[in-house]
């Protein structure tokens, strides 16, 4: 087959609010970017990716945007499968399409694209293939992750090289979003409204060092600057919903992150910037085990000392504790060493390759047996 030949369906069933929609666009956009691949994109909130995504109109039910046919997530209900079927985060998808799929023949390469997770059991379920239930066609768990037995994460060509140029624009983009370009200390914040936002206020007041903080569009955002009111010190810069291809510039112009979710945890980790992950709070702690996961691959890239801070902030961020407030200012004091080792965690990752390089490789390997 030719490559502009292949048919891929993508499915997003939006969860979460950016994260689902985040991960699944930027995955289509370089899919269609890296193989030429013809790529339908079915989604069922089109309003969530209108706001990271201004090509797309949210009341049209059938659109292109950026070389992608969005369709709205009932279309399925109707249409047939293209070569490759990719179900994002175990959403599941029409029963008259999977009922397609299974007629069609040759049959689509189906993938089911988990969550991002450092846990040592990924690698063992990473392209294991699962007989459908009913129609017994195989369908195939991807898993991006941080290691060599993974799918690795979505890192674009070129991603390094417009890091590099950015730096000379860094002062005219910390303008044009209303920051001031002299601040000595920026950390950008992207976290839930569950999160101890009183603490990290208290943190920051207690520092008396000037700091600005670049808060993304939400409640915790709001929240954050009502809080900051009495404190000077903290400059707090309410940001505007920005098209995801400009997302990764709020994290380059920062000192330190504070980030939440599935898609901005991916690319904090490609800033080669430290940061503190506010993980989805679930059931029994369940979030804390993969937050512990995550912190033990970075071990080896830190000093003993670091990497005790960076689990020690982190948990005390994620349960809320009060000890926060020393651990920041040590967090801060720490800063140019923490980034270093960022950024060998980030080269590391180049090694695994990029999720969609891993993922279309896999594909083509089914495609030709």
């Known amino acids: 087959m030719q490559k502009n030949t292949i048919g891929c369906d993508i499915f997003c069933d939006v969860i979460d609010n950016f994260g689902d929609a985040g991960v699944c666009w930027r995955l289509a956009r370089d899919i269609r970017k890296e193989k030429g691949w013809n790529v339908r994109f079915y989604i069922n909130n089109l309003e969530t990716l209108s706001a990271i995504e201004p090509r797309v109109d949210s009341e049209k039910v059938r659109q292109h945007a950026a070389g992608i046919e969005l369709l709205k997530w009932e279309y399925a209900e109707r249409e047939s499968p293209s070569d490759i079927v990719i179900e994002t985060f175990g959403c599941r998808i029409p029963d008259p399409f999977e009922k397609r799929i299974a007629e069609r023949n040759p049959s689509p390469i189906w993938i089911n694209l988990e969550y991002l997770s450092a846990e040592d059991w990924v690698e063992g379920c990473h392209t294991l293939p699962s007989p459908h239930p009913r129609y017994g066609t195989k369908k195939y768990f991807f898993f991006p992750g941080v ?13 390094n090289e417009h890091r590099q140029l950015f730096k000379s624009k860094k002062e005219v983009f910390l303008k044009t979003i209303g920051a001031n370009p002299e601040s000595p200390f920026n950390t950008f914040v992207f976290c ?3 999160a101890p936002l009183k603490i990290l206020v208290e943190a920051l007041a207690s520092d008396r060092i000037p700091i600005q903080l670049l808060l993304a569009a939400g409640g915790a955002g709001k929240e954050i600057q009502e809080l900051a009111k009495p404190y000077p010190h903290i400059l707090c810069v309410p940001l505007p919903m920005l098209p995801q291809t400009d997302f990764d510039k709020l994290l380059w112009v920062a000192d330190s992150l504070i980030i939440r979710g599935e898609d901005s945890f991916a690319r904090a980790q490609l800033a080669g910037k430290p940061f503190i992950w506010n993980i989805y709070p679930q059931t029994e702690d369940t979030h804390i085990h993969k937050l512990t996961a995550f912190e033990d691959r970075l071990k080896p890239f830190y000093s003993q000392k670091n ?3 960076l689990k020690e902030i982190n948990l005390a961020f994620n349960k809320g504790d009060s000890s926060f407030i020393e651990l920041w200012r040590q967090w801060r004091d720490a800063t140019s060493e923490l980034t270093e080792s960022a950024a060998a965690w980030e080269e590391n990752l180049h090694s695994v390759g990029s999720l969609t390089e891993n993922l279309c490789k896999f594909i083509e390997s089914k495609l030709k047996s």
Not at 152 to 158: M, Y
């Open 147 to 159: 290691t060599n037995k993974t799918g690795g994460i979505i890192c674009e060509t070129g991603l």
């Open 192 to 194: 839930y409204p569950s």
């Open 307 to 309: 990497f005790e801070l």
